[in-house]
């Protein structure tokens, strides 16, 4: 009997039971590090460790062998050498084990021996039914399981983005970029060598996952290009695709090649396959996540016009050429805003788009200054600069304060920090009412000092520590606006 | 009796005496507030506070006139509303002052009586051979003498960038955003509306700065562009000067015009006279930072050609497409350093350029595969992605050992530390002795994660939070070589 891929891909990141086998309860090892990662992840399901040894870790037991488990199993994950990976399928197909997790490297990434191991390995998996994930991968994270069968000890935070990755170590970096910036994921995988299941099968599940809003690839070449391709045009309509194309320059292809065992396949033909998938290309690693982030928290601008909010002169500047230069209509400030903003500034103000808050260290004020402007039906995208680090920038309060009792510089950061939460609120509601993308630049002196991580208002908005990476999302979200726009006229 | 402008400028950044006008014991004045930044950054000349009210600022006392002090002063900062400017120079002058900075805002850049009034204040000072700095200005930063005479509480670190910025809010960010980074700064200027002094007036001082290794520039529009073309064009062969033009754009150019009163100019007027003067541009707010910070600590690379190292193999495929689209040779790893590097690492590895590393955990190997790499006289430039962020990669060790008492965890941690170290003060060995640019990359889950400060290496060398601003910087630095070769044969 075999099981379809799309429920192989439902058990994959839903699994009720799952077995470790080859967990060790030497530290060091990967077979104590992993299940380590699963149980100090919080695994809301079954966890079952496996090794002949025994054993225990963390105070899980190790059971002997999978036959003393007495329950069905649906998930495998393999710490065990290649070697030995192709002897456990049987075992496995006993406990019920529909699919495995191999992350044993040394398979055809690294030789002419390897793959015919590969080939052995999945041909042995087949006469059982069971479909393999990797080999060469560093693992799974779902969400609602709260399952982090990850080799690193990343803490990923639940979110909406789905993440297929064919590099383990930019992935799992990428989950934990993610978790330090309030950004969540819905499901992650390592595609490793794609030696059964592949990018195509990992799509169309997070198609129909419901915790799914956005997916991310991050790929050096797909094994069934056409099959992606068919799958991102019609995905591509309901949920964004954005993808990072790594391998695209000879040097690339070659060093992929040997590092997932893929190939690459030229630039230009990957340029029309996301184009004509309606993918959307992050040109850098920065913006895989800065681009997932904003099509999870912001909605899609109606037009090109842009308003500019900016704290000081100099940076307004570079927000208005750079928005220019992206194709943005920085269109001049009606009359009527003019007007208003004219009641909350000092008279020196700029009168212009962008509204230069002339350094007013008022926050109550930046806040009015963004309800004026994010108003106006004139304006189709916000980008605000320099309030989010007011508690940096107005440090110097505390700087003046050195001789006063410690209680009042607390007191001090602390309405600082509310002033801010304040702001991220604030632009988070303006956000949902108005329907327009609001994004926020911080420009703290330290990343360290922009508001982060669940609690924070952020966490809701986004936010950047330059204008350059807001203004490349805001061009993002308007050609994201423009292509689903052309695709209804196409249609109706 | 008139002096120089080169007498000035050395003035201006050497004080040996300079005084508030303007002083308040108000907390939250900027008559406040200035001094409180001059006191605090330790300024090593002497400080004289002057207003009639009297009073004293953190024990300093305040004259009620300059005429009350006694002795020469060098410079004056005034904190003074703009309509009072004009009526201080006499006392000026009479106090031996030579240079005032004018923070006052509301002149040209703000109204047609604005202006006129900035015309008689510059008449005015002229009367009495006194020259000024802004008005419209943030301050000066003075490394030598400890000199933060600046509106914002920034603590600027010590260093090799002289930077003169038309822009306070953003000069003075970059200051804040150095002093994280183990970035320091020789000197600092606001131009602001450059009634008198100006960008040439700055930059012929700079030249002539032993303290001063990099010019950094944050240009709106020259007031005199041929002047500085011309300074350019003689002290870019000695010193590099790195420049980031705003106002490039229409939007961008009338936003200047509002805030820096600068006539912005085309961009390809700018282009052709940057490219001209053998000037660098700065293509983002970021490289303004990044660039001046490898020229000041980096050889310059004699090739394209550039060895990759990488922890993890997705890295090392994103590292070598950036690389070879810049333009760099990223040629085939030598027969003898396989050999040596195959010593060191298992026997699963890339064999290839990228060094892939394939994941390995001992730093010693990383340290030795650096050493191996770079000494290959085949690379000229060497970029080395994920081993400055190890204390967080091995975090790792923290998780597994949660049970384990507190003294472990702290042991672990400083070893962890301690290697990240060494491997920072080889990469800064290695870049001196071998003559060539070594770039980092960390990658670490923060950026606070990412070594930062005075005391710690990193200092000394280059780091990154991504490959995208490491190869950025690799390509700058290798066109700074061929120009600097180009300008040579030119002329032997």
């Known amino acids: 009997m075999t099981t379809s891929n799309s429920d192989i891909t439902r058990i994959l990141f839903n699994p009720r039971r799952m077995a470790v086998i080859g967990a060790s309860a030497n530290l060091g090892k990967w077979g104590h590090i992993v299940p380590t990662n699963i149980i100090r992840g919080n695994y809301t399901g079954e966890l079952f460790l496996v090794n002949p040894g025994g054993g225990e870790i963390h105070g899980t037991p190790i059971y002997r062998g999978l036959e003393e488990i007495g329950r069905t199993v649906d998930l495998a994950m393999l710490t ?40 052995r390995m999945v041909k042995a998996a087949a006469s059982y039914g069971i479909r393999i994930v990797g080999p060469n991968t560093m693992g799974i994270y779902s969400a609602p399981w709260s399952l982090s069968a990850l ?88 949920k964004p695709i954005v993808i990072y ?8 292809h070659e ?71 992206a194709g943005f209509d920085v269109s001049p400030l009606p009359d009527y805003a003019k007007k208003s903003l004219g009641d909350v500034l000092p008279t020196y103000w700029s009168k212009g788009n962008p509204v230069d808050m002339v350094g007013i260290v008022d926050l109550d004020a930046h806040t009015r200054c963004l309800e004026l402007l994010s108003s106006c039906p004139e304006y189709d995208s916000i ?10 920038a107005f440090g110097l309060a505390q700087r003046e304060s ?28 303006l956000m949902r009412d108005l329907e327009k993308p609001i994004l926020a630049v911080g420009m703290p002196e330290r990343e360290k000092d922009l508001q982060e991580g669940s609690e924070r208002p952020n966490s809701k908005i986004c936010t950047y520590t330059n204008p350059e990476r807001a ?10 606006a423009e292509y689903l726009r052309s695709r209804q006229e196409a249609r109706s």
Chains 1, 2 share one sequence.
């Open 80 to 119: 065990i050498p290649a070697q030995q990976v192709e002897r456990v399928f049987g075992d496995c197909s006993r406990a019920g084990i529909k699919v495995v997790i191999a992350i044993s490297g040394g398979f055809s990434e690294s030789s002419s021996e390897g793959k015919a191991m590969e080939e």
């Open 151 to 238: 080799m690193p000890p990343v803490a990923p935070q639940p979110g909406h983005i789905a993440f297929a990755a064919q590099s383990g170590n930019l992935g799992t970096q990428l989950l934990g970029w993610g978790s330090h910036r309030g950004i969540g994921f819905s499901r992650f995988v390592c595609v490793g060598n794609e030696s059964d299941l592949d990018f195509a099968d990992y799509l169309e599940y997070f198609a129909e996952d419901d915790e799914t809003k956005v997916i991310l690839l991050y790929v050096e070449g797909f094994k069934r290009p056409r099959r992606v391709l068919e799958l991102a045009e019609r995905i591509s309509l309901d």
């Open 245 to 252: 194309k790594a391998g695209t320059t000879r040097a690339g």
């Open 255 to 325: 060093a992929a090649a040997s590092h997932s065992a893929a190939m690459a396949g030229s630039s230009e033909i990957y340029g029309g396959m996301i184009r004509q998938g309606g993918m959307i290309r992050a040109e850098t690693t920065e913006e895989m996540l800065d681009f997932c982030d904003a099509l999870v928290k912001t909605p899609l601008p109606r037009s090109r016009s842009v308003g500019i909010l900016s704290w000081g002169g100099g940076w307004g500047v570079i927000a208005a050429d750079l928005c220019e230069r």
């Open 383 to 392: 980008i605000s600069l320099g309030t989010i680090n007011a508690a940096t």
């Open 402 to 429: 050195e001789k006063l009792d410690k209680k009042l510089i607390d007191v001090q950061r602390q309405y600082m920090e509310m002033k801010a939460s304040q702001f991220g609120r604030r632009v988070y509601e």
């Open 471 to 480: 203004v490349r999302v805001a061009e993002m979200l308007v050609e994201r």
